[in-house]
DNA sequence: ATGCCAGGTAACACCTGA
């Protein structure tokens, strides 16, 4: 039996963070990262500064927004990127690959949705309805798949500093939540709510208004298990050391750990 | 509530984020 740990972190453009990522990686020692808001094309991100220190990389990216990318310290294979189900979604939000011989990793960022009475909270719904197919079809397989990413939602009031603060935005909608929990209800286990849980935790604080040191986060980023992961899970957590650093992304990592 | 910070693009302002 072999233990890796799975991190997953947006990142807010790979470029701007790059001490910071190269630092972590060091430290944590992660066997597979999940990368969200790389913020760059794929023959613009740092491929050699990563790679020296041992990873694979896997990368789906665009200008300016968006872009995801799944880093292994074992081969990566059979790589999809792009979430299915849309012709004109052209947005570098889902990737997809095969770790460590047996595990199925999801990198996903799921779109923000604000402001609710546009279309981009009709994006957001349809994506969710979209990767709900995705995993849908993961589950009719027996294979040990990860979902993991920026989901753009707070599950319940317990997961934000103030809810009356987030009563209007897209990520504590009913029709956002209801979508969170049918995921969850086709059996998909919540990694770090298995070994954690105790309300207020966060995984995001803003850049403004010193949420940081108040505290002010809101829990936002969320690894999905299918049930064949979830049982060779054996821990799970937010690292929060990296929020605190000079330069910092507005997400720190979340993170399990799987025995394979 | 908006856009108090931050990043990117492009150009010395504007868009997006959550």
């Not at 990262?33 to 990873?55: M, N, S, W």
Request: hydrophobic share 40%; net charge negative; aromatic share 10%.
């Amino acid at each position: 039996m072999t233990s890796i740990k799975i991190a997953t972190w947006n990142v807010n453009s790979v470029k701007a963070r790059l001490p910071n990522v190269l630092a972590w990686l060091k430290e944590f020692a992660p066997d597979v990262v999940l990368l969200q808001e790389t913020k760059c094309v794929d023959d613009a991100f740092p491929r050699l500064e990563i790679e020296d220190l041992g990873y694979n990389l896997a990368l789906h990216g665009q200008k300016t927004y968006n872009g995801v990318a799944i880093l292994s310290k074992s081969p990566l294979e059979d790589v999809v990127p792009g979430l299915p189900g849309s012709a004109e979604d052209d947005h570098a939000r889902y990737i997809e690959a095969t770790v460590f011989g047996k595990v199925r990793v999801v990198s996903l960022y799921l779109p923000n949705g604000n402001p609710i009475d546009t279309p981009k909270f009709a994006y957001k719904l349809s994506w969710m309805d979209r990767l709900k197919v995705q995993m849908e079809k993961a589950l009719a397989t027996d294979e040990l798949t990860v979902f993991g990413g920026d989901y753009n939602v707070i599950p319940t009031d317990d997961d934000v500093y103030s809810p009356q603060a987030f009563a209007n935005d897209a990520l504590t909608q009913p029709q956002t939540r209801s979508r969170f929990r049918s995921m969850l209800h086709l059996g998909l286990t919540d990694a770090l709510r298995a070994f954690n849980t105790q309300s207020h935790l966060y995984s995001y604080w803003d850049y403004q208004a010193g949420a940081w040191p108040k505290d002010n986060g809101i829990l936002i980023d969320h690894i999905l298990l299918s049930p064949q992961a979830a049982d060779r899970l054996t821990g799970s957590g937010i690292d929060k050391g990296p929020r605190g650093q000079e330069k910092a992304s507005d997400h720190t990592p979340v993170w399990c750990t799987l025995e394979i």
